[in-house]
Each structure stands twice: as C-alpha cells, then as structure tokens.
C-alpha cells in the first residue's frame, strides 16, 4: 500500500504543478529564476574561498585571467556576416545535393 501512495502522492505533486502553471505561467520561470540565482551566489563565495572543485591554484589564477582577457570579441557585423556565410554555404550544399 504504501508504493501505491508514493506514486499517488507523486501525481497529485505532478498535477498541482500543472494546475498552478495553468493559474500563473510566469511563477514557475520565477521560482527557477530565484533558484539559479541563489546557486550562482554560492557557486561565487565558494570560488572566493577557493573551495570550489576545479578552483585554480593560486600561481595559475593570474595566467588564466590574461588567457580570458586575450580572446577576441567579434562585432554584430561580424556575427551576422559569419552566420549569413554559413547559411549560404548550407544552402549552396543543399541546392547541388539535389
């Protein structure tokens, strides 16, 4: 019996969350919002502390920092071209498959 009302219980959490998304689509996206949210606020005091896996040692964080700061930012321009490029590249392929 009790398998029966895990699974019950279950289904009803899995309805009541239809329903209340139904009443208000929006507070679900803002429950999720606040839970990232609060994730990244830990995620930034444990990188501090440097308690955080994958934390860098402290003679690497300096190199890091330079590598982050050398990679080149494309424009809009340059963005839109890329992907127009591509497109017409993809369309070009798909015309002479045919």
Do not use: H, Q, W
């Amino acid at each position: 019996m009790s398998f029966a009302s895990y699974i019950d219980g279950i289904t009803m959490k899995i309805a009541a969350f239809f329903v209340s998304l139904s009443r208000n689509p929006i507070a679900p996206i803002l429950r999720k919002m606040e839970e990232l949210r609060e994730e990244k606020v830990v995620r930034e005091t444990r990188m501090k502390e440097g308690r955080e896996e994958g934390a860098l040692p402290a003679a690497l964080k300096p190199e890091a920092e330079m590598v982050a700061r050398e990679l080149p930012k494309l424009s809009l321009g340059a963005c839109i071209f890329l992907i127009l490029l591509f497109l017409a590249l993809y369309m070009l392929l798909y015309l002479l498959s045919k």
